[in-house]
């Protein structure tokens, strides 16, 4: 039986062997997707190159056209998000020194994600990332090869006003084999500081997700430099040990970024000044991009460190951590809301501010920051926000799961819109007052907040008006200015600007449902965003009850878009307009007028201008002419009726006078043959 088994098991596993060694049948090899067309430039979406790819946007292999010897590439943009275009527009064919040339950047329709979407071609680098090339470049070249160049590619951007704001070693890439050019990496994909981790970024806007960092300026710049430049020296990443942005963010705010980078790390003694100016978390006090080129040229410079956050006396606990100062409180407390009663109740935050970290101002604050949540319904949230933004104003305005800088707050309220589903916690943000909270709990003065603030109360106006052309939609285009319009109607379209919106609409009319209307909330706030015109009277139109009204308020609204954007010619649109002007044909009184529109608007859809159709249909004169005889019409009517009343009781009252004549004939009559009767008997009696 046992050597019945042992061949059987022998057998199967000849069998097995067999089976593996078999020749497998073919796969069908799926088909190449053909190159993508971009003005004189071709994109193969089936040749990534992974090298050159970020954490968002896909690299792909380009070609030119007229110059097939030209090594290229191209990056796709998510689309959703909003890619940086207007520095796209300044980048273009700049050539700038110390960063990768822009070629060319466009909108197409790219199959492997079935939508259109922004794509961006460079010059391909062939030296490779920093990031693969750490420790091999002499510390004595440090500043010819990395410094210097990331510092002029820096001066140049910022001339023409443009942030990077995605420095890291894998974003840096040297042009050629011999690592002598270093250039700085694509900064226009995502929004600023999207794919940055965490560790390059300021502890003020690290402490923000990716969507809430906010565009930042050159200062966020030189602290990413001064990251890599950390990198570089340490052959890696500085900090293995802190393995969560949680670590990371309580290092920085307990011990500051110097001391928490630099570390026990042999750094030179020549290097030590430069990344105490980089890295200083007082962004006032960090070296600007003038500082660091006097200090390549050999000027030196003596920084002052900002210390860390002062130490209180005593620890306070809160979320099962020991806090001896603000700033980790602060982060303690907006995530973790709902243990903030601790802290208010027998007012052990300002008894704790007071005595034991000895700022009777900053209690005094605390205490007000409390008494203004418990004003507003004492909402835990409300109170965890205020309280963080007084303990320290630096950090992002953080309400429930929203956290954002200021200059982030579009970005943030674009991810919750589209990957939540609802804007409802970013608009609460606005509508509690804690933007406004925040800025007044700034100890200094800047122009950039001032211009923010006000934005954030037009904001307000706009989430407090629900009519179509406002609200939550308003407020997205508002505040990103480059996201694509989200309406269902054109959203695989990627329409990002004003004058994309009408040539967009002009496609898709060929394949969608005319019973469809042909605008909606996305599409008039959209308009409303961007066509840089004041559109309230269309907008109040478009938004009206009356039906007839709000149909021309659409027509009248797309044609003024029509003409300003000189879409031309639109048939398919003007037909898919056309198909919904029946209200509009049906507020004349007069039949035949109706009649008369209704055989001329065919003739004026061939035309495709939207203007003729609402030059049609709100003709005053023709307008005024129909209300005047509707009105005469009316006139005579009411006077017929009274008339016909009058006649009606005139017969009433003929009929009574003639009852009345008949019963005063009938008594006469009656006396007469009474008096008759009498008589022949009176005589007959003498007779």
Not at 86 to 115: C, H, Y
Not at 443 to 449: A, K, Q, S, T
Not at 652 to 662: F, I
């Amino acid at each position: 039986m046992a050597d019945q088994e042992d061949q059987n098991a022998q057998a199967q596993a000849q069998g097995d062997e067999a089976a593996q060694s078999a020749p497998e049948p073919p796969k069908e090899k799926a088909k190449p997707i053909p190159p993508v067309a971009l003005d004189r430039y071709s994109i193969h979406p089936s040749l990534p190159i992974a090298e050159l790819s970020t954490p968002s946007a896909k690299a792909y292999v380009a070609e030119d056209k007229r110059n097939t010897e030209r090594k290229l590439f191209a990056l796709v943009c998510p689309p959703f998000l909003g890619a940086r275009t207007g520095v796209m527009d300044v980048l273009k064919g700049a050539n700038i020194r110390g960063s990768m040339n822009l070629v060319e950047w466009g909108t197409v329709f790219w199959p492997p994600i079935s939508q259109r979407t922004v794509i961006v071609i460079y010059e391909r680098p062939g030296g490779g990332r920093l990031l693969d090339h750490l420790g091999q470049i002499n510390q004595h070249e440090w500043v010819r090869k990395i410094i210097e160049p990331l510092c002029h590619g820096l001066m140049e951007l910022s001339s023409r006003g443009v942030t990077h704001r995605q420095i890291r070693p894998s974003n840096l890439y040297f042009l050629d084999g011999s690592m002598d050019r270093l250039v700085l990496g694509d900064c226009t994909c995502v929004p600023s500081g999207y794919d940055q981790p965490i560790l390059f970024e300021t502890l003020e806007r690290g402490a923000a997700p990716p969507q809430g960092r906010g565009a930042g300026d050159i200062a966020d710049d030189m602290y990413a430099l001064g990251v890599s430049i950390m990198f570089a020296i340490a052959g890696g990443n500085p900090v293995p040990h802190l393995r969560t942005d949680d670590d990371i963010l309580y290092a920085k705010m307990v011990d500051g970024s110097y001391a928490t980078l630099v570390g026990q790390e042999a750094v030179p003694v020549n290097m030590v000044e430069c990344l105490r100016g980089l890295l200083s978390d007082d962004e006032r006090e960090r070296w600007s991009l003038e500082q660091l080129d006097l200090w390549i040229n050999g000027r030196r410079l003596t920084p002052i460190q900002k210390k860390a956050a002062p130490k209180a006396k005593r620890y306070i606990d809160y979320a099962g951590r020991e806090h001896f100062n603000t700033r980790t409180l602060a982060l303690a407390v907006t995530r973790m809301p709902s243990q903030v009663d601790k802290l208010v109740k027998d007012d052990m935050l300002e008894t704790w501010l007071k005595r034991d970290l000895e700022d009777s101002d900053l209690a005094a604050r605390a205490s007000n920051a409390i008494h203004m949540a418990q004003n507003q319904a004492g909402d835990k949230d409300v109170m965890a926000a205020r309280i963080g933004i007084v303990l320290d104003p630096s950090l992002p305005i953080r309400y429930k799961d929203v956290w954002c800088m200021p200059d982030g707050f579009g970005t943030t309220l674009a991810h919750s819109i589209l990957h939540k589903g609802n804007a409802n916690n970013p608009i609460e943000l606005v509508t509690r007052g804690l933007p406004r909270a925040w800025f007044d709990a700034q100890d200094l003065y800047n122009p950039v907040h001032v211009a923010l603030e006000k934005n954030f109360d037009q904001l307000q106006d706009f989430v407090q008006q629900r009519k179509i052309g406002y609200g939550v939609e308003r407020v997205l285009y508002e505040t990103n200015p480059t996201i694509a319009c989200q309406s269902p109607l054109i959203l695989e379209e990627y329409v990002t600007t004003i004058k994309e919106l009408m040539p967009a609409l002009e496609r898709v009319s060929a394949k969608i449902d005319k019973k469809k209307k042909p605008i909606d909330r996305h599409i008039v706030a959209f308009i409303a965003a961007r066509l840089n015109q004041n559109i309230d009277p269309h907008l109040k139109s478009v938004g009206d009850e009356r039906e007839d009204i709000a149909t021309l308020g659409m027509i009248s609204l797309l044609a003024l878009v029509q003409w300003r954007t000189k879409a031309g010619t639109l048939m398919a649109f003007t037909s898919w307009v056309g198909a919904h002007m029946g209200p509009a044909i049906k507020a004349y009184h007069s039949k035949s007028i109706r009649e008369e529109l209704e055989k001329e608007v065919p003739k004026l859809i061939r035309k495709g201008n939207l203007a003729d159709l609402f030059n049609l249909l709100d003709n005053p004169e023709q307008r005024a002419q129909d209300q005047m005889e509707f009105d005469e019409a009316r006139k005579e009517f009411e006077d017929a009726e009274i008339e016909v009343k009058d006649i009606e009781g005139n017969e009433k009252s003929m009929q009574k006078n003639s009852s009345r004549m008949g019963e005063q004939a009938a008594a006469m009559t009656s006396i007469v043959i009474s008096l008759l009767i009498i008589t022949v008997t009176f005589f007959g009696k003498l007779w």
